[in-house]
């Protein structure tokens, strides 16, 4: 059947197992409960279009269109709601020649004739109904998603966010898991994964908030490595080239899983969508990705997707889409892992180690016979063809046939957007503590205990790239800072360092300005260990986008994203939107997650946070502000409403170039970035990471009180260490800007003071067992 013939009117016939369905005389009504009772998640207005479109063509839909249209159609797929707000905030942000690709994942220029791929996405939904396999399939999907543009994986990132460990079961909603079940089941799924495919895990971190008790967040990272000559686009090339489907079998398992992702959890949805949930083998990925590294390096593959959100729908129409063409696929062809599935269940499927190839007809025997001999399943089941149409057969006969733009491209949904009403208290509040029992105060919170018992039931040395590892507490050797590094090739002592960073808490109080502070707070990682901010990927989760209140919060974050990427000089060749993380009448704050790449120009040069040696000065560079906004002294004591310190990332660029000269210079002894806990947080990692002490003077930063000092987390401030020879450079090299000397490296105990009056000594010995207890799995 030719393709324009079957444009209007009825087929001669349907492929077997393809029901019509009645749209065109249907009430608004029974367009409703089309959508509802099929799960597909259209709104009134979608269905209106879609009844015109087949109208216009004079016939009814089959249910594998419906069902292709809804996945292309949800909001996880086609950013309907957030598409206008990104491209107005990050335009301008993914500038050639550094940004190589914007795909899949984003591609970035390294040195010579290589790059490095980096991407992040979430699996929030899947998770908090199936912890283990929700986080497992969230790194099989990252992995693929930097595949998918020619590289090979080398490092993971996981932030992940839950309720309270301690929340009593009576506080836990029904229908929902305890967060200790969620974050044991999770962390299992993500090391399980990881650990098995051979990616080391190098940078996250583990959040705790009362808001993630319904809704978990888990956001998982990827970066890739690859010579720039096998980057691969993410569209079809030609008319008459194959599209080949290879890796794991087709079945159930996933099915609806966009639609789920599109909508808010309720008291029913693990009964309801726990078949949305996907399956993952990390058995099948790991030989899936060396056929295929192995085929880029051939040059037998000339576009490629990977098959997640939407399954086959999607994967085959948005790369014909993105090249201009169209495409004829045959369902038959799909090698499935159990039978009795329908059309439209193969169409949708979201089975997991799945990769979509666009292939010559000539060099299609030379890439099937890479597949057998790596072990995994390779077929050709269709080809690109002429625009505009989509033809997908079963067994040679037609089960759906739309103009692919119509399918896969949805207009943008215009929706309102109001600010957020906030109600300051009528007075700012500030710390009275006694600094002593403060400093412990802060340091055993949930949220400063040491993540070691995590961190280290994944493999973060596998690959044997890693060379700064993950802060997590007395290292063996000085090898842990703010950011792991990579040693992308053993021919070069340039490195690649990775870091994550997130605050729900200031994005709360301000989404602005707490989204800037996430930016900048990356980059404050980045420049600590002696790298240049080079770009980051960003997971914005946010709650229903029906809600103006939220969209507003969202557009707010991705304008502070953008204005602090500006300043600081970052790249944003990639990212991702959840939307509808919530429910049960709980909405989670406004969290834009990070993952930051920086570029170190010499390995040899890597500045670690671990106190090196005693009478070393200790100075704290940057400028203390009093704001508590967001803080972890103002979470404790329950304080909300107030304004987070205001970040100044054209300055921290100012100050994280100045650091970055020193430590190439081998001028600096340790640097930490002072964050969430304040300057109580930061002394103490440094001290627990080299086994010494240190000597305070809070007087130094221009507090209000000793309290305020080691509460307060200003933005745009570090803590270094400096060997006393090295002490004069550092002023040289920082005058203009706000610095000052806060102490010295001791041999045991954390010494404050303020001015000439001794405050007291906190007993780091006694103290270090029970942070470094902290939060781990059984």
Not at 288 to 314: Q, T, Y
Not at 316 to 341: C, K, N, Q, Y
Not at 384 to 395: C, H, S, Y
Not at 396 to 405: D, K
Request: glycine share 12%; net charge neutral.
């Amino acid at each position: 059947m030719a393709m324009p013939e079957a444009r209007r009117g009825e087929p001669a016939e349907w492929a077997a197992g393809v029901g019509v369905v009645p749209l065109r005389r249907a009430s608004a009504a029974e367009l409703a409960e089309v959508s509802r009772s099929r799960g597909l998640g259209f709104a009134p207005a979608e269905l209106q279009r879609i009844r015109q479109y087949f109208r216009a063509i004079r016939r009814d839909p089959t249910d594998v269109e419906l069902a292709g249209l809804a996945q292309s159609w949800s909001e996880h797929c086609s950013y309907k709601s957030s598409r206008p707000i990104l491209r107005a905030a990050f335009a301008g942000l993914a500038p050639k020649p550094k940004v190589l690709g914007t795909g899949d994942a984003g591609v970035l220029r390294f040195e010579g004739e290589f790059a490095y791929a980096l991407r992040i996405e979430s699996h929030n939904h899947p998770s908090a109904i199936e912890p283990y396999g929700g986080a497992a399939t969230g790194i099989g999907g990252i992995l693929r998603d930097v595949l998918a543009v020619g590289a090979k994986p080398i490092a993971l990132a996981d932030p992940i966010f839950f309720g309270p460990l301690d929340l009593p079961p009576s506080e836990v909603p029904p229908g929902v898991k305890s967060p200790r079940y969620l974050m044991n089941g999770v962390v299992a799924g993500i090391s399980d994964y990881g650990n098995r495919v051979g990616v080391p895990t190098v940078s996250g971190g583990v959040y705790f908030d009362r808001s993630f008790t319904v809704n978990p967040l888990v956001n998982v990272g990827c970066v890739g490595f690859l010579p720039r000559r096998r980057l691969v686009p993410n569209r079809a090339a030609r008319v008459g080239d194959r599209l080949v489907l290879v890796g794991g079998l087709t079945g159930r398992d996933g099915i609806g899983g966009v639609a789920f992702a599109s909508q808010e959890l309720t008291d029913r949805s693990e009964e309801e969508s726990r078949g949305a949930v996907q399956l993952g083998n990390p058995i099948m990925k790991e030989p899936l990705i060396h056929a295929c590294l192995e085929a880029f390096d051939e040059g037998l593959v000339r576009g490629i997707k990977d098959l997640g959100g939407g399954g086959l729908a999607a994967a085959t129409g948005e790369l014909a889409h993105a090249g201009g063409f169209g495409m004829r696929v045959d369902l038959a062809r799909v090698p499935l892992r159990e039978s009795g599935l329908r059309p439209w269940e193969i169409w949708i499927s979201e089975s997991q180690e799945r990769m979509m190839l666009d292939v010559r007809p000539t060099d299609l025997p030379a890439l099937l016979g890479i597949f057998r001999r790596h072990d995994v399943p390779a077929t050709e089941f269709g080809e690109v063809t002429r625009p505009p149409f989509e033809l997908v057969q079963v067994d040679g006969v037609p089960a759906a046939h739309l103009e692919l733009g119509f399918r896969v491209d949805p207009p943008p949904v215009r929706r309102r957007v109001a600010r957020r009403p906030r109600a300051p208290p009528a007075a700012e509040p500030h710390p009275t503590d006694d600094p002593r029992e403060l400093f412990e105060h802060l340091v055993l919170a949930p949220d400063s205990l040491s993540r070691e018992g995590v961190i280290r039931v994944y493999d973060h040395e596998v690959q044997g790239r890693t060379v700064v590892k993950p802060l997590h507490g007395r290292p063996v050797s000085p090898s842990h800072g703010d950011a792991a590094i990579l040693r992308p090739r053993s021919e070069s002592w340039t490195g690649l360092a990775v870091a994550t960073a997130a605050q729900p808490w200031a994005c709360r109080e301000d989404p602005r300005w707490g989204a800037a502070g996430v930016v900048e707070e990356a980059a404050r990682n980045l420049y600590a260990v002696g790298a240049r901010p080079d770009a980051f990927t960003n997971c914005l989760n946010f709650g229903n986008p029906e809600d103006p209140h939220v969209l507003f919060d969202f557009a707010e974050a991705t304008r502070g994203l953008a204005e602090a990427a500006r300043a600081l000089g970052f790249a944003v060749p990639s990212g991702n939107v959840s939307f509808y993380n919530g429910g049960l009448g709980a909405e989670i704050p406004p969290t834009p997650v990070l993952m930051a790449t920086g570029i170190v120009p010499d390995l040899r040069r890597a500045v670690t946070s671990d106190l090196k040696e005693s009478g070393d000065r200790l100075y704290v560079v940057g400028a203390t502000l009093g704001a508590l906004g967001g803080s972890l002294w103002a979470r404790l004591a329950n304080w909300t409403g107030l304004a987070p310190p205001r970040p100044d990332p054209a300055r921290t660029r100012r100050l994280g170039e100045r650091l970055l000269a020193l430590g190439g210079r081998g001028r600096l002894a340790a640097a930490h970035d002072v964050s969430d806990g304040g300057l109580a947080v930061t002394l103490a990692e440094m001290a627990f990471g080299g086994g010494l002490g240190f000597r305070a003077d809070l007087e130094a930063l221009g507090a209000a009180s000793p309290a305020l000092a080691l509460a307060a987390e200003g933005a745009s401030r570090w803590v270094v260490e400096v060997r006393p020879r090295d002490e004069r450079e550092l002023r040289r090299a920082l005058r203009g800007l706000p610095m000052a000397r806060l102490g010295e490296v001791t041999d045991a105990g954390g010494a404050l003071a303020w001015g000439d009056d001794a405050l007291g000594t906190v007993d780091l010995e006694a103290l270090y067992p029970r942070w470094r207890a902290g939060v781990g799995v059984p």
